[in-house]
């Protein structure tokens, strides 16, 4: 079972969704959700979207503060990612049961393409926001092809055309944006507009150039593993396959497939027993599209995944935003987590943005009687036992608990900088250590990070992370902190080892003489009060009030410096309020020290009790002995 969140509703009484069906106990014995659940959402946010439609139903201009591409984009983006949902609401249906929906987005592709129009639609230009749209309209407009494409007046399928043309021979951003243009120009070519058959195969190779094994793309050049290898870089190859049709190369297509399958039997392991994706990465906002590969791969054949568990997984994460507000009372989908929180956003991110969203209601293309929509549910694999699951790609190493229900990330690989000698900002969403199902990283905060302390305080970021390698239960990296005024920096190299809940982190620090170092462990958060906080020699703990339970104890090198608890307000995707412990060693004896601190992060009440039997020591050839919690032992080099 998992851990509630503190300020979870009734979950039979909704008031953001208020017309929502009876729970399934038969069908979905975990969830209560079915299709009708699916369709209920779809058609509520839809719904609430119409009070921001432009007259001409072109564009909609929601509230909120807008992204970095303007307000007239930010509109186009409204328009075209609700097309997405409205499209397999259509399609699912064979076109019925949906009272003036197709209308309403005929209208709009009429108005927006209108070169003289007031509701017209800004231009595709080199590396705009509208190439990312116009691979949204592409995929709508085929999915609903016989009842709203073939039906358009003459004049404005040209219209629609001429503009979606304006990808041809564009420049494009080397990232999934590639795709995009791989999918809007197959879409002209279906329907018989002029395109560059070149430019849709280069980008199918670049993506080729990013693969990088066992399901992974990096999303550009660099290391840059997210959830954008779940709702971009496995989702359009198989939604481009379904709009070439025989134009596809089959052992292409057969390759794509191949690789979901392949993703898909790591990906099931990314969402907790109740319901919540891991909190990394960016895009966030788009929540519940991590859900988007899970209904692909059924979609394709292309699935390891039982037709029930398929099904459990998708509706679990729909179910747990549901739950905590997801979308708002007005029917809105905010720019945030649960409530609005505009640290998980970028400066592409506008009102509009986290309607990407759209792509978990894939499923509803599987016909009612499709056994993704009929077979009972059968559990996460969180659900059944403990998993630990290294992924060398990446460089993560997941393991998960049956007991609370937690599925813990350890990053020994992501941090989305461009390859060398290029430096970018040190993101919370990638930089850290660790991720979970059941917290968020702090916005800026200590939390999962080890860094030299300058002499105002200020940490040293982690910055590039250099993999070491990860294998059975452990993983490795290094990073070079930089001080002030520094140009070298200082290596530190971690070894993570996991076992059940904990990990066990094995640090060797090369620091100058007298220069503090701090680490901090999983920052807790809720709405309804502050965590808990206990601290001591060497130790510190945070607590939720439902009992969820982050823990620092330092093992070796730490000195009997008692830990500390930060706590905060407004800085955590998860809460109000947040606690973060972490430990401190008040001055390096300069050279390379081994510090060695037990990390836990648990809801399991035995967990708790048992944390204390930890225990760490050097052996004569200098690899250390670890020993955790409930006396398994492990050694590290």
Same mark, same amino acid.
């Given at each position: 079972?998992?851990?509630?969140?503190?300020?979870?509703?009734?979950?039979?009484?909704?008031?953001?969704?208020?017309?929502?069906?009876?729970?399934?106990?038969?069908?979905?014995?975990?969830?209560? $959700?079915?299709?009708?659940?699916?369709?209920?959402?779809?058609?509520? /946010? &839809?719904? =609430?979207?119409?009070?921001?439609? %432009?007259? @001409?139903?072109?564009?909609?201009?929601?509230?909120?503060?807008?992204?970095?591409?303007?307000? $007239?984009?930010?509109?186009?983006?409204?328009?075209?990612?609700?097309? /997405? &949902?409205? =499209?397999?609401?259509?399609?699912? %249906?064979? @076109?019925?049961?949906?009272?003036?929906?197709?209308?309403?987005?005929?209208?709009?592709?009429?108005?927006?393409?209108?070169?003289?129009?007031?509701?017209?639609?800004?231009?595709?230009?080199?590396?705009?926001?509208?190439?990312?749209?116009?691979?949204s309209l592409a995929i709508a407009l085929h999915e609903t092809r016989p009842w709203i494409w073939d039906r358009l007046d003459d004049r404005v399928r040209q219209r629609v055309a001429d503009w979606l043309g304006g990808f041809v021979g564009a420049v494009v951003n080397d990232s999934n944006w590639r795709l995009f243009q791989v999918i809007t120009e197959e879409f002209l070519a279906s329907v018989g507009a002029p395109h560059n058959r070149t430019e849709i195969d280069a980008g199918l190779a670049r993506l080729e150039d990013w693969y990088r094994g066992d399901g992974w793309y990096t999303d550009g050049d660099g290391r840059k593993f997210d959830y954008y290898n779940a709702w971009a870089l496995h989702l359009y190859p198989v939604l481009w396959a379904r709009i070439a049709g025989p134009r596809a190369d089959p052992r292409l297509v057969a390759e794509h497939r191949r690789r979901l399958r392949t993703f898909l039997h790591a990906h099931q392991h990314f969402f907790g027993a109740d319901g919540a994706p891991v909190h990394q990465g960016r895009s966030l906002t788009y929540r519940f599209a991590t859900t988007a590969p899970l209904w692909a791969g059924a979609l394709a054949d292309a699935t390891p995944l039982p037709p029930g568990r398929t099904r459990r997984l998708a509706s679990g994460a729909l179910k747990h935003f549901a739950e905590r507000g997801v979308p708002d009372a007005q029917g809105l989908l905010t720019l945030g987590w649960y409530g609005p929180f505009l640290p998980v956003t970028q400066r592409y991110s506008g009102p509009a943005s986290p309607y990407w969203a759209s792509k978990a209601f894939l499923g509803l293309l599987l016909p009612a009687d499709h056994p993704v929509w009929t077979a009972p549910e059968e559990p996460g694999p969180v659900e059944t036992a403990d998993v630990r699951l290294a992924l060398p790609a990446p460089g993560w190493l997941l393991h998960s608990t049956a007991a609370d229900g937690i599925v813990r990330l350890v990053n020994h690989g992501s941090d989305r900088l461009p390859p060398p000698p290029a430096t970018a900002e040190d993101s919370p969403h990638y930089a850290r250590l660790a991720y979970s199902s059941a917290t968020a990283p702090e916005t800026p905060g200590p939390d999962n990070h080890i860094a030299?302390?300058?002499?105002?305080?200020?940490?040293?970021?982690?910055?590039?992370?250099?993999?070491?390698?990860?294998?059975?239960?452990?993983?490795?990296?290094?990073?070079?902190?930089?001080?002030?005024?520094?140009?070298?920096?200082?290596?530190?190299?971690?070894?993570?080892?996991?076992?059940?809940?904990?990990?066990?982190?094995?640090?060797?620090?090369?620091?100058?003489?007298?220069?503090?170092?701090?680490?901090?462990?999983w920052a807790v958060a809720d709405d309804t009060a502050p965590p808990a906080a206990r601290t001591g020699p060497g130790w510190a703990l945070a607590r939720r009030a439902d009992g969820l339970t982050s823990a620092l104890v330092g093992l070796h090198g730490w000195g009997d410096e008692d830990g500390a608890v930060v706590a905060a307000a407004g800085s955590n995707a998860y809460g109000h309020h947040s606690a973060t412990p972490f430990l401190t060693l008040p001055s390096h004896p300069g050279g390379t020290r081994l510090m060695v601190t037990l990390v836990v992060l648990s809801a399991d009440p035995v967990v708790h009790a048992s944390a204390e039997g930890a225990r760490a020591r050097v052996v004569a050839d200098g690899s250390v002995e670890i020993r955790f919690p409930d006396g398994t032992r492990e050694f590290v080099s």
């Open positions: 079972m998992s851990a509630p969140h503190v300020s979870l509703p009734d979950p039979t009484h909704l008031p953001n969704l208020p017309h929502l069906p009876p729970p399934d106990p038969l069908t979905s014995p975990l969830t209560g $959700w079915t299709r009708a659940h699916w369709e209920a959402i779809a058609d509520r /946010l &839809l719904d =609430a979207l119409t009070p921001y439609a %432009s007259p @001409g139903l072109a564009q909609y201009r929601l509230p909120g503060p807008p992204s970095h591409s303007g307000a $007239w984009s930010d509109g186009l983006e409204g328009f075209a990612r609700s097309f /997405l &949902l409205a =499209a397999f609401r259509i399609a699912g %249906s064979g @076109g019925q049961g949906v009272p003036g929906l197709i209308e309403r987005y005929a209208a709009g592709l009429a108005a927006g393409t209108d070169p003289r129009g007031p509701d017209r639609w800004p231009p595709i230009t080199d590396r705009s926001q509208p190439m990312v749209e116009a691979a030299l302390l300058a002499s105002d305080g200020t940490p040293t970021p982690r910055g590039r992370i250099h993999p070491l390698g990860v294998e059975g239960s452990r993983a490795a990296s290094w990073h070079r902190a930089l001080l002030p005024g520094e140009s070298e920096g200082h290596r530190i190299e971690t070894v993570s080892v996991v076992h059940g809940p904990w990990e066990v982190r094995v640090h060797r620090v090369d620091a100058p003489p007298g220069t503090p170092v701090r680490e901090g462990g």
